[in-house]
């Protein structure tokens, strides 16, 4: 069964407030985009297994504990998910990087994969998959089956803005993959874009409508 966890700290609140804000350009709403992710990843790895070591003090001896070298793999989905890719890498600057591109078909709203690129050895690494926005559920489902179909077995879905249908859909197809939410919305309109939102995440990120 997966856990969700609505993130609302006041940090992370304020900040999804001004991205929600259709006046925020794009150049605030990236640095804001960035810095929430930065947010999340606090608390993502928070199971991150740590070792014991010694370490000396300029006074003596201290036994302290270190991340255990579980190493890490940050997926964007394309396009949008690139925005929080930096925020996490700040946290975790020696994490590997992949990709998967998709787009939701505006016909049919099915996501459609274009480019899948991974970690060579990404079975064995913790994977944070990142997309600000979890709609309909589609395009998260399809990008954690193409993970499974290239063998990671450690998955987080990690978004800024979510509908209740995303939720249910993406729990449901993956009960095993955990979702970390900043802000859980209303619904999804007619078009499955979520109200209130925050419209395009892609368009807004960079700046191509
Ligand atoms: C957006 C968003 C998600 C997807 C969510 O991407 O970044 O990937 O829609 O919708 P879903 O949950 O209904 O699948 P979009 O398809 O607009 O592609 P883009 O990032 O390339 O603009
Ligand atoms: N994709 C977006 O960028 N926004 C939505 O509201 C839904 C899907």
Redesign the pocket.
């Known amino acids: 069964m997966s856990k969700v966890q609505v993130m609302d700290h006041p940090l992370i609140q304020h900040k999804i407030a001004l991205i929600r804000d259709k006046d925020t350009g794009s150049k605030d709403f990236r640095e804001l985009v960035e810095e929430i992710a930065m947010l999340m990843g606090y608390e993502v790895t928070r199971d991150l297994p740590l070792k014991e070591v010694e370490i000396e003090t300029p006074i003596a001896t201290a036994k302290a504990k270190m991340v255990a070298g579980k190493d890490v793999a940050i997926v964007p989905i394309l396009r ?1 998910g690139l925005g929080m890719v930096n925020g996490m890498l700040n946290l975790m600057p020696t994490a590997k990087v992949g990709h998967i591109g998709l787009y ?1 078909d505006p016909e049919t709203l099915l996501p459609v994969e274009y480019y899948c690129k991974l970690p060579v050895d990404i079975e064995h690494r913790e994977v944070i998959l990142v997309d ?2 979890l ?1 309909t559920g589609g395009s998260a489902i399809d990008a954690i089956n193409s993970l499974k179909e290239k063998n990671a077995k450690h998955i987080k879905f990690v978004c800024l803005i979510a509908a209740p249908e995303g939720v249910k859909a993406v729990t449901e197809a993956h009960p095993d993959v955990d979702v970390y939410i900043a802000a859980l919305d209303e619904k999804l309109n007619d078009h ?3 109200v209130p ?6 368009d807004r990120l960079f700046g191509t409508k």
């Open positions: 949008a939701r600000p926005m709609a499955c874009y979520i939102g925050l419209g395009d995440a892609g």
